[in-house]
């Protein structure tokens, strides 16, 4: 008898099951990011989910704590902006060492000849900026740094061996003129670093409100963590990449279909078995019946 076209669908799939690794690939790059004050646990977690969409791959975020309880307290909000002012004036906080381990751990998963497209926002490239000098040498080669609305500006002058650094503000954002490197490379137009790359990126506001558009994934920075997304994905997830992830996608289906046929097969099997139990049960009551009522007769 022919086999049919799905019998083969499934061996296909079957061997590709078999031939391909089930483990996740170890891609040489990572995206990583903190936020900026006033984010609770779910509100980090909801933002990088979303800008994961924009560098299609996960973001790996490093929690910045608030000290608020809801959104309108203002006790609260006013701790983190002190804490921020201890932090501006060097304070090595709880959060820089959380940092600092969650980089290295990053760094370590991509490997020596990996990228961590680090993401920061507000206190967190204040956080970042106090972060920086507690790598080595080598995990500072693979970092990229990527400023939004910063509390602190990052160069290659002050941080060097970065393998990338850049700032984007806005130009109505509060913290621009908190910055003094900022605002100087404004007002000079002093953009590009010793390297010639663009370090400073000034956004025209998109919303006109100052507080609207310092957000992370506000109406400004969203359209450049929207392009820094479009870059990675051209960088660092080329065509090889995407190719092994379509692989890694077929296989996990491969594997579900393969396992839900034989749950299905096993079964089957299994009915088979009772079905043939159960006909030696019947078959060996009628043998004990009838000898039963020939052992009768011949007493009779």
């Known amino acids: 008898m022919?086999?049919?076209p799905r019998s083969y669908r499934l061996l296909?799939?079957?061997l590709l099951?078999?031939?391909?690794p089930s483990h996740t690939h170890r891609y040489s790059s990572r995206v990583s990011w903190i936020n900026g004050i006033a984010h609770s646990p779910t509100d980090a977690a909801e933002s990088a989910t979303k800008a994961s969409q924009y560098f299609n791959a996960a973001v790996n975020y490093c929690h910045n704590p608030t000290a608020m309880s809801t959104p309108g307290d203002v006790v609260g909000y006013v701790r983190d902006l002190t804490q921020a002012a201890t932090q501006k004036w060097g304070r090595v906080t709880e959060e820089v060492n959380e940092l600092k381990k969650?980089?290295?751990?990053?760094?370590?998963?991509?490997?020596?000849?990996?990228?961590?497209?680090?993401?920061?926002?507000?206190?967190?490239s204040l956080i970042t900026s106090l972060t920086l000098p507690l790598l080595t040498a080598s995990e500072r080669a693979q970092v990229e740094v990527v400023s939004f609305g910063g509390a602190a500006a990052i160069t290659s002058a002050d941080f060097p061996g970065f393998k990338r650094t850049v700032n984007y503000y806005s130009t109505n954002d509060p913290l621009l003129h908190c910055?003094?490197?900022?605002?100087?490379?404004?007002?000079?137009?002093?953009?590009?670093?010793a390297r010639g790359e663009r370090e400073f990126v000034f956004l025209t506001p998109v919303?006109?409100?100052?507080?609207a558009d310092h957000g992370f994934l506000g109406p400004t920075y969203k359209s450049v963590v929207k392009q820094e997304g479009e870059r990675y994905q051209a960088v660092y997830r080329g065509y090889g990449v995407r190719a092994l992830d379509a692989v890694?996608?077929?296989n996990r289906n491969a594997e579900a279909l393969v396992k839900a046929t034989l749950g299905r097969m096993w079964g089957h099997v299994l009915l088979l078995w009772r079905a043939i139990v159960e006909a030696f049960a019947r078959a060996r009551q009628f043998v004990i019946g009838k000898r039963s009522k020939e052992t009768v007769v011949e007493v009779a």
């Open 248 to 250: 890694e996608a077929v």
């Open 179 to 193: 910055v003094p490197l900022a605002s100087r490379a404004l007002s000079s137009g002093l953009l590009t670093s």
């Open 207 to 211: 919303a006109g409100d100052p507080v």
């Open 2 to 4: 022919a086999s049919s």
């Open 17 to 20: 099951s078999l031939l391909t």
């Open 12 to 14: 296909a799939l079957l």
């Open 102 to 124: 969650h980089l290295s751990n990053l760094c370590a998963l991509c490997g020596p000849k990996g990228t961590v497209v680090h993401l920061c926002h507000s206190q967190g």
